[in-house]
Structure formats: C-alpha cells, structure tokens
T-cell receptor, first 113, second 115 residues
Framework: KAGVTQTPRYLIKTRGQQVTLSCSPI?????VSWYQQTPGQGLQFLFE???????NKGNFPGRFSGRQFSNSRSEMNVSTLELGDSALYLC????????????FGDGTRLSIL | DQQVKQNSPSLSVQEGRISILNCDYT??????FLWYKKYPAEGPTFLIS?????DKNEDGRFTVFLNKSAKHLSLHIVPSQPGDSAVYFC??????????????FGTGTRLTIIP
C-alpha cells in the first residue's frame, strides 16, 4: 500500500512570494491534516480536511490556507512568505480524523531567503 | 501555551535496558493520546496509542501508561535496541469532537540507545 506522498521535497523561496505544497494521502483515507515543524516550536497543527471541507483549524494566520480535492489529495498554500515560515511541512492522512493514528509523509522542507 | 510537554529534550539508555519517555499535559479535555517516532529526513511514524478509559496499553516492546489524575503519560520500551534511537513525540487529541479537534504535539525527546 503506497504511503503518503508529499511534493516537492525541498523548496527555496524569497520573502513575499507564495508557495503551494501538495499531498497525496493513502488510498481510502479521507482525512488529511497539515503540520509545521520548527526547531523551537516542535510539531504544530495547521488544519485538517475531510471530504473536501476544512473541519479543524490550528492557530495560524490566514496566510496559511489549504484545500482538498474530490480524490482526497490536498494542497497547502502560504502567501506573503516570511522568514519565520522556514520549516518542515508535514502532511498526514487517516481514515476518520485527528483522534486516529496519523500516517505521515516525509515532508516538504521550505526555506525562505 | 504548551498544552503537551515533554520536559526531557534528550535521553540516553544502554542497549537492552528500559527506556522511559515522559509526557505531561494540561488540558483535561484530552482523551486520546498517541506516541510517534521520527527518524531524520522522514515523517513521524505512529507507535502506540491509549484512550483515557484505559491506564495501560501494550504492543510488543512498547507500553504506554496513562495517569489521568496527574495528567501524565509515559512510554516504556523494553528492551531498548539501537534501532529505537530517534525522536519521540507524544500527542493528544479530543476523540471525535469534530470541529474542535486539534492534534497537539509535545516538543519531542531524542532517544539515543548506546550499544
């Protein structure tokens, strides 16, 4: 069974730009969630999508947005990039929701210059 | 506001001995807890979970203990093996509270198993 796939693996952007990250969940998983990992803050929950609807949201500014398509694939967008957005962005999928074990991808490493 | 805390950033244990990783939480609404293991350059991998209706869950070498009154959980690994060297995250959630769920992670403990 294929795991969670995130593309691209690495990305370099400059301040003020925007970026879109992609996540393909495990087949049959309808819940896709996104996380930001930084050395100082650890893993922080961004948002969760289920059946194309954002169901849960963490405490991040509106510059961070996402969407989910009918095939459960998800994208995350960050606009007006700031230096502090440099992080590893992880996507995870599960059958039902955040209270179930999450299957993580290997992440996209975003660096802001 | 760190609702899930792992106060030990690192831990070193001799191979074959017991590794004990600790986690404290402050939000009494949390009722489902999970442990994940993370190797460098890989995403976290689910290890074991426990619901608040239990105080212990075991899976092979891994056992998680939950003390609800102390808002404390721990992960025991027995015996520890070199492949267990990784960063371990505990996480907490509110079960099936759609619209108000946040999977909250601790900051992680780096476990090093010494051969």
């Amino acid at each position: 069974k294929a795991g969670v796939t995130q593309t691209p693996r690495y990305l370099i952007k400059t301040r003020g730009q925007q970026v879109t990250l992609s996540c393909s969940p495990i087949s049959g998983h309808r819940s896709v969630s996104w996380y930001q990992q930084t050395p100082g803050q650890g893993l922080q929950f961004l948002f969760e999508y289920f059946s194309e609807t954002q169901r849960n949201k963490g405490n991040f500014p509106g510059r961070f947005s996402g969407r989910q398509f009918s095939n459960s694939r998800s994208e995350m967008n960050v606009s007006t990039l700031e230096l502090g957005d440099s992080a590893l962005y992880l996507c995870a999928s599960s059958l039902g929701g955040l209270y179930q074990p999450q299957h993580f991808g290997d992440g996209t490493r975003l660096s802001i210059l | 506001d760190q609702q899930v805390k792992q106060n030990s950033p690192s831990l070193s244990v001799q191979e074959g001995r017991i590794s004990i990783l600790n986690c404290d939480y402050t939000n009494s609404m949390f009722d489902y807890f999970l442990w994940y293991k993370k190797y460098p350059a890989e995403g976290p991998t689910f290890l074991i979970s426990i619901s608040s209706i239990k105080d212990k869950n075991e899976d092979g070498r891994f056992t998680v203990f939950l003390n609800k009154s102390a808002k404390h959980l721990s992960l025991h690994i027995v015996p520890s093996q070199p492949g267990d060297s990784a960063v371990y995250f505990c996480a907490a959630s509110v079960e099936a509270n759609f619209g108000n769920e946040k999977l909250t992670f601790g900051t992680g403990t780096r476990l090093t198993i010494i051969p």
